[in-house]
């Protein structure tokens, strides 16, 4: 029996925008970034195929922008074959449900998420009280409710593969959701790694703004096990990927990912983890 999708009762456009907002990478052949506000998304598939996914789903309210981006990479009438998620915060599903409704394909995340996405969970409230600048400040205005997506959410394969996505697999990498995955590509050393590391500063208006490039830990309004987010980086360090994506910020690559990615979990505690925050244990 089919169930009605619906999204929380404080669903809402957020007012947030970043000069990236608008504006597309192509990071690799078949991997094209395209920034939704203050988000990323990724198209995996090469142009002009019929074989593509959308990784994340945006920022509420971005349904028609995400459909005319997949249209104009692959041609009008071109559906993606699934949606893969990354994890289920509302930057990161904002336009699912419109998606899934214009498209009726399937969605995949990893089962510790699918509370959020089936209408049995909210997320923790967001930390205002965290350290960290004015979108911190801004957080408690962002949907935690959950979303219902009914049969057309699954879970992700436990052998750790992905659907549509042969050369990948996915890792857990929790600590900012409680099933927050990560995916990897062994022959390139390319990684998706949604929010379990970004680069940029997330809680801070000017440097969301400018997308001042910097890798960090996790967005620190959202996240709330500490340790599992860093054990979560120095796992995802431990691939030593060769180009990196991420869900806010800028990709980051070659030397400069390695180092980056090395001090980061060397210096998580400094560089990540805030001073003070209802989240910390």
């Known amino acids: 029996m089919d169930i009605e999708m619906n999204y929380g009762t404080d669903y809402k456009y957020i007012p947030a925008l970043s000069i990236r907002s608008g504006t597309g990478i192509e990071v690799l052949p078949d991997l094209y970034q395209h920034t939704i506000q203050i988000v990323n998304i990724f198209l995996y598939g090469h142009p002009k195929t019929d074989d593509f996914v959308l990784i994340d789903a945006g920022m509420p309210h971005s ?17 993606p074959k699934a949606i893969i998620l ?20 399937p969605v995949y995340a990893h089962p510790l ?21 004015l979108i911190a400040k801004m957080s408690p205005m962002f949907p935690v409710e959950p979303i219902q ?8 394969p436990a052998d750790g593969q992905i659907p549509y996505m042969p050369d990948f697999r996915w890792i857990h990498t929790p600590g900012h959701s409680p099933g927050h995955i990560s995916l990897f590509r062994e022959n390139d050393g390319l990684l998706i790694a949604g929010d379990a590391f970004v680069t940029v500063r997330q809680d801070a208006l000017f440097n969301v703004l400018i997308q001042q490039k910097e890798i960090n830990g996790p967005p620190r309004y959202l996240t709330t096990d500490w340790q599992q987010a860093w054990d979560s980086v120095k796992k995802l360090e431990a691939l030593n990927p060769q180009i990196a994506v991420t869900g806010h910020g800028l990709p980051i690559s070659g030397d400069e990912l390695t180092t980056d990615l090395a001090k980061l979990v060397l210096h998580f505690s400094e560089m990540a983890i805030p001073e003070y925050g209802k989240y910390l244990n």
């Open 149 to 156: 997506l009914g049969n057309h959410v699954h879970p992700l």
């Open 86 to 105: 990354t994890h289920g915060h509302f930057d990161h599903v904002g336009a699912i449900i419109e998606l899934v409704n214009h498209w009726n394909i």
């Open 113 to 133: 998420e699918l509370p959020f996405l089936t209408g049995k969970e909210s997320y923790p409230e967001p930390d205002a009280t965290v350290e960290g600048g």
């Open 63 to 79: 349904a028609q922008k995400i459909i005319s981006v997949i249209q104009e990479r692959f041609g009008e009438n071109k559906n």
